[in-house]
């Protein structure tokens, strides 16, 4: 994260610029900069949050109120930062090549654990049958992820899971 100093002036900068005046921030502003720095924001989630703030001001027709404090902002930088968290989520370490989050090893043991689960549980019939389709689906899918080159793509499994969840016509046929 961005030293002490940049995080703070930065803001302010932008929260004053999009404001339009040279207003001072309040003591409770800097308190509210420093809560969001010791919570890990991002600086980027704070400046998107003020610009999505002053975008959604700028489209009301009745502009009677100013945005006066960073207060008014909190929403939409808490909201700025959770959407760049679950962008990140899957995502790809760039310098180490390695998925974001979990392992390959960590995916296949999980994969893994959950199919040999599924064999020793006690059904029958049609229970049983859809138990030992799910367990050999996963140990496929452990197999796969464990034996890839390159770190497995979270979206492109989850997808997997879900294709084989879908009702099947009877023949084995998605629908």
């Not at 899957?90 to 310098?95: I, K, V």
């Not at 890839?148 to 023949?171: I, M, N």
């Amino acid at each position: 994260m961005e030293n002490y100093f940049n995080y703070f002036t930065e803001i302010e900068e932008c929260f004053q610029r999009r404001r339009g005046t040279g207003l001072l921030l309040s003591t409770l502003d800097w308190a509210l900069i420093e809560t969001w720095k010791d919570a890990g924001i991002p600086l980027q989630a704070v400046l998107a949050g003020i610009d999505a703030t002053f975008d959604k001001y700028d489209r009301r027709p009745s502009k009677t109120r100013k945005v006066n404090s960073l207060a008014y902002c909190s929403q939409e930088v808490l909201a700025a930062a959770e959407d760049m968290k679950e962008a990140s989520v899957g995502a790809q370490d760039r310098r180490s090549g390695v998925a974001a989050g979990l392992s390959a090893g960590e995916i296949a043991r999980f994969f893994a654990g959950n199919a040999a689960q599924l064999r020793q549980a006690q059904a029958a019939g049609p229970l049983r049958t859809v138990a030992d389709q799910a367990a050999a689906k996963l140990s496929d899918l452990a197999a796969a992820v464990g034996n890839a080159s390159q770190p497995p793509r979270l979206e492109e499994l989850e997808r997997q899971v879900q294709d084989w969840r879908k009702p099947r016509e009877p023949g084995g046929q998605a629908p």
